[in-house]
């Protein structure tokens, strides 16, 4: 705490900045009386509860505070990860930027940070510089701006939540307000409530972009072509949007040989990303010595299994080799995933029958290929368990509703097929939950 007086104030590792007018400046003098604004820190709790967007957090702020408790306000919030300030308000509680930390580690507002102490100076009129409001205010711009607030007292007060202060609240009053004992204890009654919603939003946002560097990684960024051959893709995140997706695709090869893998690992939230990061990677290890299904899954499951996760993965993988009349000759081995369906030119739905044994829960493993041919406006699809059990008001979507759609949209193209399961299977639900939903499809012709 910084109690009201005129000198130093107690508890301050460091003095404030030398030079003329610059000093700590306290009392019970001037209009800012803790009776009138004790319900303050009360209204603050109340209106940034729930918020997790970290902007409207700091505007509804530095809303409550100017100009009712101070004159002119602003937020200082350390990014450690970048090793920068961003400072949030002044004249246009909507301003918003970042300087470096490393030069402010010197100033009033570096010591609040490193100590979790505020700090209190009084910049007088006549001062010559601006020394007093350089130290709690490492901006030139907003330095400016309360400048012409002089004579002021500016109070810099931690931000501190679960135990480590993450910023610092910058209250400035001008003329003769001052800041007495009682408004500076609210201050910090004010600034750690405050800091409890900050830094919740911080951690909201820090987990969202966490959740969408990983979910981005989890697919290939583009679809590459493939000669006499055209691949589409969908994927539909789970309707939470609250954990990172399970279920990957990937597209390996080149000239007339191609992978194309599609899976799905057990379990949500980040635990998942790992493990789905780690059977693509597997996955593209085995591609590049040798483009079998069957060895691509066999190398799948003794990686898994030896990582000693008790987890596994559902995958299904189908080499494609384009010929030269026009055809392609498909491979397919699946790990305890639905095998692919094949929608003839004519409309024919075809499942094939591979089967084989989920990866990860063996120490080895056996799978069996299945081959096929697919024939110049052929289609095949290959899809996660979050299509057939999509549930709605009529239980499971079922792969007999999924063989049902497709043969109106034979030679479609890929691109359409997906686009219209996706669709299909959001309508059966009407609104419900799901799991997250992928779709690869292959289609042979141009």
């Not at 246009?92 to 700090?119: C, H, I, K, M, W």
């Not at 299977?425 to 779709?439: I, K, N, T």
């Amino acid at each position: 705490m910084i109690p009201g007086t005129t000198g130093p104030a107690a508890g301050i590792p460091a003095p404030p900045l030398d030079g003329p007018g610059a000093r700590t400046r306290g009392g019970d003098h001037g209009p800012g009386r803790s009776g009138q604004h004790a319900e303050l820190a009360d209204e603050v709790t109340t209106a940034l509860a729930g918020s997790l967007n970290l902007r409207r957090t700091v505007l509804r702020l530095v809303d409550l505070l100017r100009p009712r408790f101070a004159d002119w306000v602003l937020v200082v919030l350390a990014d450690h990860r970048l090793g920068r300030l961003s400072l949030h308000g002044g004249t246009d509680p909507t301003f918003t930027d970042s300087v470096a930390r490393n030069p402010a580690e010197d100033l009033g507002v570096g010591r609040v940070l490193r100590s979790g102490q505020g700090e209190l100076l009084h910049v007088a009129p006549d001062s010559p510089t601006t020394d007093g409001l350089d130290s709690l205010i490492p901006h030139d711009a907003l330095r400016a701006q309360a400048v012409d607030l002089r004579p002021a007292d500016v109070l810099g007060v931690p931000l501190t939540a679960r135990g480590s202060t993450i910023g610092v609240l910058v209250l400035l009053r001008g003329g003769d307000r001052g800041f007495p004992a009682e408004d500076i204890a609210l201050a910090e009654r004010i600034a750690g409530r405050a800091a409890t919603a900050l830094d919740s939003a911080r951690l909201y946002e820090d987990r969202s972009r966490v959740a969408s560097v990983l979910q981005a990684g989890l697919r290939p960024p583009s679809l590459p072509r493939i000669p006499g051959m055209r691949i589409a893709a969908g994927f539909r995140a789970a309707a939470d949007h609250s954990d990172i997706s399970g279920d990957f695709y990937d597209v390996h090869g080149h000239g007339d040989d191609w992978l194309l893998a599609l899976g799905d690992v057990c379990g949500k939230g980040v635990e998942a990303a790992v493990l789905n990061g780690r059977a693509r990677q597997s996955i593209r290890t085995a591609v590049h010595f040798d483009r079998s299904p069957a060895v691509v899954l066999g190398a799948l499951n003794s990686a898994l299994y030896d990582d000693g996760d008790a987890r596994f993965v559902t995958a299904v993988c189908t080499r494609v080799r384009p010929g030269a009349d026009g055809g392609a000759e498909v491979t397919v081995a699946v790990a305890g995933h639905p095998p692919p369906i094949v929608l003839r030119a004519d409309g024919t739905v075809e499942e094939l029958t591979a089967r084989g044994i989920v990866a990860g829960v063996r120490p080895t493993a056996t799978y069996t290929e299945v081959k096929d041919t697919l024939a110049t406006g052929d289609t095949l699809l290959m899809f996660t368990d979050g299509i057939y059990e999509a549930r709605g008001a009529r239980g499971f979507y079922g792969m007999d509703r999924l063989t049902r759609l497709l043969p109106v949209y034979a030679g479609a193209g890929p691109e359409a097929v997906c686009e219209a399961v996706e669709q299909d299977v959001v309508e059966y639900l009407a609104g419900r939950p799901h799991d997250d939903m992928a779709l690869f499809a292959v289609f042979c012709g141009r």
